[in-house]
Structures are given as structure tokens and as C-alpha cells.
């Protein structure tokens, strides 16, 4: 099973732009790499999916390489209400369960 | 709309008690998957249900079983409880089954399940 990894914190001051690489060396062609926002004690939120180069959404933008063995989210000017644990996925369409590691906890300070 | 919604919010059991727990997915919604969450790590795959039958299971031991009903609705169902099953229990909605799209899983807000 492909595998992620990603820091297991960060910290951030308010306005500022965070950016969280997730590491996916073993990721394969029919792999997607999806990001997922979760607050205590509440389900996880889709954030963002990509397969390859830049995808961009009203919340956050994901850059992947041409290589595809690592992604980087991107969030612009931050505020307090975006500390949380993000979740970098790697799905396709022959494996549906979704698959979680530990997370980034990030903690936005102001 | 409604998203994904999930009863009880809280509940609190004993160990060898038997507790079900029910998702109602987003209106027109097909799949539920449910997950579990122990503090401090990232949820783990139980079930996945699609139109009543099971799709995927996690590796969970037999105590631990789901269906699925013909509203789409869910239960999962745990029987001979243990102190490890104290959790936050997650369910989760997509659109379809599809083996050609990645259909966004919309969780719900959880069961906190505490067994004393």
C-alpha cells in the first residue's frame, strides 16, 4: 500500500501563507492525492483533490510535481480557525476505503 | 442540505455491552464507509457499504458489524465491548461506487463512544 508522509506539526501566525509537503515516493498512476482538514472532536472536511500540476479552490490551492512523489498545500493568509490536523490521502478508484496517517497538526497563532 | 448526520453524539457503555450506532448519509448519497478514531491518530477504515451490500471491510475483528438499509441509511453494530473500542466513530458518505471516478467521502460529525 502506497504510503504518506508528513510533518507531524506546524506553526503559523495569523495571515500568513502555509504550505504543508506531503511525501508519497511510492504512489501509483491510478493514485489521486486528496487533502482532508479535520477539527477536534468533528469529522474530517475535504479540502482538496489533484492528480498532477495545480489545482486551486476557494480554500486552499495543491501544487504537484511532475514527478508526483510529493504535494504541497497551500493555504493563504491563515487565520485562528484553520488550526486543525491536515490529512494527506492518496485514493484511486480500486481502493475505497480511505486511508489516514498521523497527520500535520497545525496551530495558528495570532 | 442536510449533510451527513449520525446518532447519538455521545454514549457511554460497559465492557460485554453491545452498542449500534446509525449514520443517515447526504440526500441522494449511496455509499457509507465507517471509520474509527482513537485519540490522536487518523480515523481507520471499518465497513463500506453500497446499495445494502458490503464493499470493503477494514481489519476489525468479527464483533464489529454494519448494514445498510434501503434508505441508505447505516448501522454499525458492536457487540462484546471492550475498553479499546472507546473511540470516536465516523461515518461517511459518497455519491456512487464508481471503479472509474474518486468519489469524495463526506464525513459526518461522529459518535463518541466511551466503554467503561
Known amino acids: 500500500l502506497a504510503k504518506t508522509t508528513q510533518p507531524i506539526s506546524m506553526d503559523s501566525y495569523e495571515g500568513q501563507e502555509v504550505n504543508i509537503t506531503c511525501s508519497h515516493n511510492?504512489?501509483?498512476?491510478?493514485?489521486?492525492i486528496t487533502w482532508y482538514q479535520q477539527f477536534p472532536s468533528q469529522g474530517p472536511r475535504f479540502i482538496i483533490q489533484?492528480?498532477?500540476t495545480k489545482v486551486k479552490n476557494e480554500v486552499a490551492s495543491l501544487f504537484i510535481p511532475a514527478d508526483r512523489k510529493s504535494s504541497t498545500l497551500s493555504l493563504p493568509r491563515v487565520s485562528l480557525s484553520d488550526t486543525a490536523v491536515y490529512y494527506c490521502?492518496?485514493?484511486?478508484?480500486?481502493?475505497?476505503?480511505?486511508?489516514f496517517g498521523s497527520g500535520t497538526r497545525l496551530q495558528v497563532q495570532p | 442540505d442536510a449533510g451527513v448526520t449520525q446518532s447519538p453524539t455521545h454514549l457511554i457503555k460497559t465492557r460485554g455491552q453491545h452498542v449500534t450506532l446509525r449514520c443517515s448519509p447526504i440526500?441522494?448519497?449511496?455509499?457509507v464507509s465507517w471509520y474509527q478514531q482513537v485519540l490522536g491518530q487518523g480515523p481507520q477504515f471499518i465497513f463500506q457499504?453500497?446499495?445494502?451490500?458490503?464493499?470493503g471491510r477494514g481489519n476489525f475483528p468479527d464483533r464489529f458489524s454494519a448494514r445498510q438499509f434501503p434508505n441508505y441509511s447505516s448501522e454499525l453494530n458492536v457487540n462484546a465491548l471492550l475498553l479499546g473500542d472507546s473511540a470516536l466513530y465516523l461515518c461517511?458518505?459518497?455519491?456512487?461506487?464508481?471503479?472509474?471516478?474518486?468519489?469524495?467521502?463526506?464525513f459526518g460529525p461522529g459518535t463518541r463512544l466511551t466503554v467503561l
Open positions: 461517511a458518505s459518497s455519491l456512487t461506487y464508481s471503479p472509474t471516478t474518486t468519489d469524495t467521502q463526506y
Open positions: 511510492n504512489i501509483a498512476t491510478n493514485d489521486y
Open positions: 489533484g492528480y498532477k
Open positions: 490521502l492518496l485514493t484511486d478508484t480500486g481502493r475505497r476505503a480511505l486511508t
Open positions: 440526500s441522494g448519497h449511496k455509499s
Open positions: 457499504y453500497y446499495e445494502k451490500e458490503e464493499r
